[in-house]
Structures are given as C-alpha cells and as structure tokens.
C-alpha cells in the first residue's frame, strides 16, 4: 500500500479530492473518458481507495485473450453494448444478489467527445435504489475529484443535468474530448 500510495501521490503528482469511504452499493461515474490511459489511473486510484471492490463494465470485445482473465480479475464485468435492457438487468441483479457491489461506469461510453451520456448508470441505480457517485478525471491539475453520494429523483432530466454539472470545467486527457 506504501509504495501505491508513493507512485500515485509522488511519483505520478495525483491527488485524490473528497471521501472515498463509499457506501456498501452505489454506482461510480467516471468522466471525463478521453483516453485509453483514463482506465489505468482509475484502477491505480481505486488501490487507494479504502472500500477497493470496484467493479466496472467493459464492452465484451475486450474480454478476450489475452485480455480476459486480467480484466475479470480487475474486477471486470462484459457487456454486449448492443442488448441495453439486458445489461441493466444483468447489472440489477448483481447489485441485488451482493451485500456489497461498487460499479464503475464511464457515461459517455467512449474515450471520443459525446454531446449526450448513456443512461445505462442511471437505470442500473433507479433499478437498484444506489446512489450515483461522480468521480471527475481532472488531467489538467491532476486530480480525482470525488462527490458527494447523490440520490437519485423521479427526474432523469434534472438528475443527469446535476450530475454532469459536476464535471463542468474538468479536462480530460485529450481536453477537446471532454
């Protein structure tokens, strides 16, 4: 944990903002997604983190050889991005069979620029009554940015504009795609 803690806070000048003491469930967005490289600072910081059993999903193409056993391992979870309701449900029923579950999402669903986020974390924590949890990859100061657990209403319309205003000014990796 020691020589984590050294690589992350020292060597590679990140800082991780707010608690990461998260409730026993809830769903995690990560955004700004620009960049391959946005994975790998999410999983070094998730090291850090004092509940580690965060759990994320990945298009099913990943997970194959020589991939699949290491992502699993991360704590990867397939999808087939093309069966929506499905993934909701399948997700559901993790969270629902678990005393614990932690999940990992990207809402833009790609690394490119995207003018409106997928819903799929959203449906999964009304699904679930979890509450959504954003944290904001900010490359530009370094930084992991963690709110507040947000509940969410009867309003997607509201909630999603709240959730995205969180990330309002972050910049990304490649900071045209953010």
Request: hydrophobic share 40%.
């Amino acid at each position: 944990m020691k020589i984590r803690r050294f690589i992350f806070y020292k060597i590679l000048n990140w800082k991780i903002i707010g608690d990461t003491n998260f409730p026993k469930k809830c769903v995690i967005i990560a955004a700004p997604h620009t960049h391959w490289i946005d994975f790998f600072i999410a999983i070094f910081a998730r090291s850090l983190f004092k509940k580690k059993n965060v759990s994320f999903i990945g298009k099913k193409e990943l997970f194959k050889f020589p991939l699949k056993y290491f992502l699993k391992w991360l704590g990867g979870i397939p999808v087939d991005r093309g069966s929506y309701s499905n993934t909701v449900d399948s997700i559901a029923q993790i969270f629902n069979q678990k005393d614990t579950f932690i999940l990992g999402i990207s809402p833009e669903g790609t690394r490119k620029k995207v003018d409106k986020w997928k819903t799929g974390f959203y449906y999964i924590a009304k699904k679930t009554k979890v509450p959504v949890i954003c944290a904001a990859l900010d490359f530009e100061n370094k930084k992991i940015i963690i709110s507040k657990p947000y509940q969410l209403t009867e309003d997607i319309d509201k909630d999603i504009h709240e959730l995205r205003s969180f990330f309002n000014g972050i910049k990304g990796k490649i900071p045209e795609y953010s």
